[in-house]
């Protein structure tokens, strides 16, 4: 199993440009989020989701587009890059729920994006 | 204040000390999750917790669900326990995610 991926690793954007951030997992796990990661912040959730067609706002949802269409893929769109945006962005997946029992996250490796 | 407050902010040991990071969170809980952040960015999930204790090799986690705080025991550290520890907790009925600020630990030879 290749786990959570995630796609780019790194990515440099000008203000108000779009794109989308990947997220694929290949565990059958129904629960999937997003998060961002500041300096002296923390992770914060941006969007998730229970199972496929589901999903729920965070934390820091403004800015952030998603959608889950499969179980497999949950991407994140930027619609109009801003500088604030800059961030490390991952992407979790677990079996169930974050409450439920022994249903662990899995983290991809991050997304390191630059808004100029 | 935060509603998830991690102490110590960072942490430095000797190899072989017995380290603790504590975490302690003001708002109702499904689970409490500890994480660690490699140097290299990368996270992965240590322990789960609900009630009770749990140990996987050098590590054990604790929770007190009365007192709203849990704690990180690493045993016998060694440099490659060197990472950032992030406590997050499940907010009770919901699937969101709250985070500490993360507890930066370096073990020095």
């Known amino acids: 199993n290749a786990g959570v991926t995630q796609t780019p690793k790194f990515q440099v954007l000008k203000t108000g440009q779009s794109m989308t951030l990947q997220c694929a997992q290949d565990?059958?796990?129904?629960?999937m989020s997003w998060y961002r990661q500041d300096p002296g912040m923390g992770l914060r959730l941006i969007h998730y989701s229970v199972g496929a067609g589901i999903t729920d706002q965070g934390e820091v949802p403004n800015g952030y587009n998603v959608s889950r269409s499969t179980t497999e893929d949950f991407p994140l769109r930027l619609l109009s890059a801003a500088p604030s945006q800059t961030s490390v962005y991952f992407c979790?997946?677990?079996?169930?729920?974050?409450?439920?029992?022994?249903?662990?996250?899995?983290f991809g490796n991050g997304t390191r994006l630059t808004v100029t | 204040k935060n509603e998830v407050e991690q102490s110590p902010q960072n942490l430095t040991a000797q190899e072989g000390e017995f380290i603790t990071i504590n975490c302690s969170y003001s708002v109702g809980i499904s689970a409490l999750h500890w994480l660690q952040q490699h140097p290299g960015g990368g996270i992965v999930s240590l322990f789960m917790l609900s009630s009770g204790k749990k140990k996987h090799g050098r590590l054990i986690a604790t929770i007190n669900i009365q007192e709203k705080h849990s704690s990180l025991h690493i045993t016998a550290s060694h440099p490659r326990d060197s990472a950032v520890y992030i406590c997050?907790?499940?907010?009770?009925?919901?699937?969101?995610?709250?985070f500490g600020t993360g507890t930066r630990l370096q073990v020095f030879p």
């Open positions: 979790a997946s677990s079996q169930t729920g974050t409450g439920a029992p022994n249903s662990p996250l899995h």
């Open positions: 565990m059958n796990h129904e629960y």
């Open positions: 997050a907790v499940a907010s009770y009925n919901t699937d969101k995610l709250i």
